[in-house]
């Protein structure tokens, strides 16, 4: 009453916090003396005792009344709250993490389930996340489609890894292994057809890669990063280890090969204007693709330096 009194607070908004349970609170004879200690704050008040001499401090809480979102049914964890399942209601309870504005929940669930009437906290929701379920049993190498699968949004924070993914990855995809329905599918359940280049028979150290034993193909399954996509790619190069029948082809099996070696006969290319003049030299080091190496005409014993252009050939600097 004196705290009401003193503040101009309804008496209902002010919550006199319980005291030490430790401090028994002796008898006093005369009338209390009570009166704010600090200048600055009201949430202390001193109550002093004349006769016998004794004083105590005595929290104080204000619960001023107002506007509070609250749920206008029971709700299950896991289900979407639209505005519409919200209404405004006067409350004299703390404002910390209310939902103020009910737009805020879009693509967020509730992460326990609440009841009607009660007080709609931003704790009690998390983002969403779409997730695909199957629709039925798919064994292992069949191919999933769009019209397998029926999505589902759930909490972000309880999805498996790998559960969220773009949907175009189901116009190429097969199961990596036997999935059942009803099961959440995830990234690691597709193998997404790519195209790759493929050898088509063993091939062994230092041959060439050529359209002769390889070919791009369709693959299904988990690639190397470094797993080549095209002929091009592997034009001009040579195996450093030998590479099976039926194998990706992969950058770190390959090493540039040599397009010269030493003594062998190298046609040369000279641009003059508009007028392109071929003779033949002789290589004196080897050469990649490229690469800068020296020629001699052995009837002049004229020394040129030139690029590497192709398999025994070289276009003059």
Sequence with gaps: MWVADQ????????EVLAIDRRLKVP??????????????SQQTVLVRCENPEWFAYVGIRFQNDSLALTYTRDFDAG??????DLVSVKISTGSKNRVENPNDLSSKLLKRRVSKGEVAFSHDFGDG?????????ILKGNPITSADISYKTVIKKKASKGSSFPQTLLSNATAS????????LSRQDLHVRQDVLISLKPIFRGQLINTSNTQVTSFYGNLPEDALKTNQEGRWMEAIRTIRGGQPIRAS????ALMVKEGDTVLLSVVSGAL??????????????DQQIDLINLES????????????????L
């Design 177 to 184: 292994r036997d999935l059942i329905a009803g099961s959440v």
């Design 79 to 84: 289900e979407a709250v639209f505005p519409k």
């Design 129 to 137: 996340i779409e997730v695909a379920i199957l629709k039925r049993d």
């Design 276 to 289: 392109t003049i071929t003779s033949s030299m002789v290589a004196l080091e080897d050469g990649k693709l």
């Design 301 to 316: 014993n004229e020394k040129v330096r030139a690029r590497v252009s192709g398999q025994g050939r070289a276009e003059s």
């Design 7 to 14: 503040t101009g607070q309804n008496q209902d908004n002010i």
């Design 253 to 256: 099996d390959l090493k540039p």
């Design 27 to 40: 008898p006093c004879d005369t009338t209390f003396d009570v009166s704010f200690p600090y200048q600055k």
